[in-house]
């Protein structure tokens, strides 16, 4: 495609689909100020926003240095998702005896949704998934394989690592994997996902990827997802606080055992995605709003409503799923970038308690 074309196509993206924030962002002069082979890498950064119109972001880093790099595009964007108009400063604050988060404490019926806490992390000392090579997959799924057998010596995080990688001493089988998945322990085939495949980030599927999981099934891995690691705890119950410092606990072993991750003083942990800089921290819940989303039909007016409560509105089989048929979603503040993960846990409770509301007609 000429740069020409490229011009024209975004320009059409940019009306057809407002929300498209590549789109929205993208100014043609400044792409031209770039040397030709500076261009040829923004283009990739851009190619899953440009040959998917219905991108909410439009972009993947496939760097760190991207960020920096291409700032006069990236930045308006990340500003423009995490509502960011004066500097950006990325706080770290885990102290969760600061407030008390206890889902049952809004109702008695919220003592056991389903809660999960996930952090984006990428090591530096390796490219992102997007201009990762094969041998670079199979290399840092090896180099966190052995930190995985460091951490299952730990009593409190004692667990297995299960590789879908063919051949690899601790692959599992392709029953053990799907039971994983529909478990929402493991992630989903990313060969089928049209937003990573353009983006490079499904590349050599399924080679460098696995999952750690703690024996008592509460503290994950993912290994070669949209990140090189997604580290997460997942409880049955109703208390933030006790799920975040499980995270918090076994994020600080592992990073201990892994080599140093990348991190920006402005835009905190370097993710693939800008939606997942900052704290790089997705906490989301499993509710059952039935009437909020007719039986699960209809999730469209729960996700509007949720966004005014800066929440985003997933099916219950994450993103781009739809709700359960007992209307079963997955709620999480969007907010990741200069907020802290306490704030994050703040926010998914008072936003858990304003959808109660609204599904128990108290309001
Ligand atoms: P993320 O991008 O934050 O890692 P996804 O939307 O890709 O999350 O979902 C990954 C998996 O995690 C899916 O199987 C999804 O159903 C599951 N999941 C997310 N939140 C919860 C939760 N609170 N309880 C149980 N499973 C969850
Ligand atoms: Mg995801």
Same mark, same amino acid.
């Given at each position: 495609m000429?740069n020409?074309?490229l011009?024209?196509?975004?320009?059409?993206?940019? /009306?057809?689909?407002?929300?498209?924030?590549?789109?929205?962002?993208?100014?043609?002069?400044?792409f031209?100020?770039l040397?030709a082979p500076v261009q040829t890498r923004l283009r990739k950064i851009i190619a /899953?926003?440009v040959?998917?119109?219905?991108?909410?972001?439009?972009a993947?880093?496939?760097?760190?240095?991207? *960020?920096?790099?291409?700032?006069?595009?990236?930045?308006?964007?990340?500003?423009?998702?995490?509502?960011?108009?004066?500097?950006?400063?990325?706080?770290?604050?885990?102290? !969760?005896?600061?407030?008390?988060?206890?889902?049952?404490?809004?109702?008695?019926?919220?003592?056991? %949704?389903?809660?999960?806490?996930?952090?984006?992390?990428? &090591? #530096?000392?390796?490219?992102?998934?997007?201009?990762?090579?094969?041998?670079?997959?199979?290399?840092?799924?090896?180099?966190?394989?052995?930190?995985?057998?460091?951490? #299952?010596?730990?009593?409190?995080? =004692?667990?297995?690592?299960?590789?879908?990688?063919? $051949?690899?001493?601790?692959?599992?089988?392709?029953?053990?994997?799907?039971?994983?998945?529909?478990?929402?322990?493991?992630?989903?085939?990313?060969?089928?996902?049209? *937003?990573?495949?353009?983006?490079?980030?499904?590349?050599?599927?399924?080679? =460098?990827?696995?999952?750690? %999981?703690?024996?008592?099934?509460?503290?994950? %891995?993912? &290994?070669?997802?949209?990140?090189?690691?997604?580290?997460?705890?997942?409880?049955?119950?109703?208390?933030?606080?006790?799920?975040?410092?499980?995270?918090? #606990? =076994?994020?600080?072993?592992?990073?201990?055992?892994?080599?140093?991750?990348?991190?920006?003083?402005? *835009?905190?942990?370097?993710?693939?995605?800008?939606?997942?800089?900052?704290?790089?921290?997705?906490?989301?819940?499993?509710?059952?709003?039935?009437? #909020?989303?007719?039986? $699960?039909?209809?999730?469209?007016?729960? !996700?509007?409503?949720?966004?005014?409560?800066?929440?985003? %509105?997933?099916?219950? =089989?994450?993103?781009?799923?739809?709700?359960?048929?007992?209307?079963?979603?997955?709620?999480?503040?969007?907010?990741?970038?200069?907020?802290?993960?306490?704030?994050?846990?703040?926010?998914?409770?008072?936003?858990?308690?304003?959808?109660?509301?609204?599904?128990?007609?108290?309001?």
């Amino acid at each position: 495609m000429t740069n020409a074309d490229l011009f024209d196509r975004i320009k059409i993206i940019e /009306s057809s689909h407002p929300d498209n924030l590549m789109a929205r962002h993208f100014d043609p002069g400044y792409f031209q100020t770039l040397s030709a082979p500076v261009q040829t890498r923004l283009r990739k950064i851009i190619a /899953s926003g440009v040959e998917n119109p219905d991108s909410s972001m439009g972009a993947y880093a496939m760097d760190p240095a991207d *960020y920096d790099t291409f700032a006069p595009l990236l930045d308006p964007m990340i500003r423009d998702f995490h509502r960011i108009n004066g500097a950006i400063k990325q706080p770290h604050d885990w102290n !969760t005896s600061a407030h008390s988060c206890d889902l049952g404490a809004i109702d008695p019926r919220l003592k056991d %949704v389903s809660m999960r806490g996930r952090v984006a992390r990428n &090591v #530096a000392s390796f490219p992102l998934p997007g201009a990762m090579t094969k041998q670079h997959r199979i290399d840092f799924e090896t180099r966190a394989a052995a930190a995985f057998s460091q951490l #299952a010596q730990n009593p409190d995080f =004692g667990g297995q690592y299960l590789s879908i990688t063919p $051949g690899s001493p601790n692959e599992i089988d392709a029953t053990e994997y799907n039971k994983r998945v529909a478990a929402h322990q493991m992630f989903k085939d990313m060969s089928n996902d049209r *937003y990573l495949n353009v983006a490079g980030i499904s590349a050599d599927w399924p080679h =460098g990827r696995g999952m750690y %999981v703690s024996d008592k099934q509460d503290f994950l %891995v993912w &290994v070669g997802e949209e990140d090189h690691l997604r580290i997460m705890a997942m409880q049955t119950g109703g208390n933030l606080n006790a799920l975040f410092d499980r995270l918090h #606990a =076994g994020l600080t072993i592992l990073e201990n055992l892994l080599p140093p991750f990348a991190m920006s003083d402005k *835009y905190g942990a370097i993710a693939s995605c800008p939606s997942n800089l900052g704290a790089g921290m997705r906490a989301s819940l499993h509710m059952k709003l039935p009437d #909020a989303t007719k039986g $699960g039909t209809d999730i469209a007016n729960l !996700t509007a409503h949720a966004k005014t409560l800066g929440l985003a %509105v997933r099916g219950a =089989g994450g993103e781009h799923s739809d709700a359960g048929s007992d209307g079963l979603v997955d709620i999480s503040p969007s907010a990741r970038l200069g907020v802290s993960e306490m704030e994050i846990m703040r926010r998914l409770y008072d936003g858990a308690a304003a959808l109660w509301a609204l599904e128990t007609k108290t309001t």
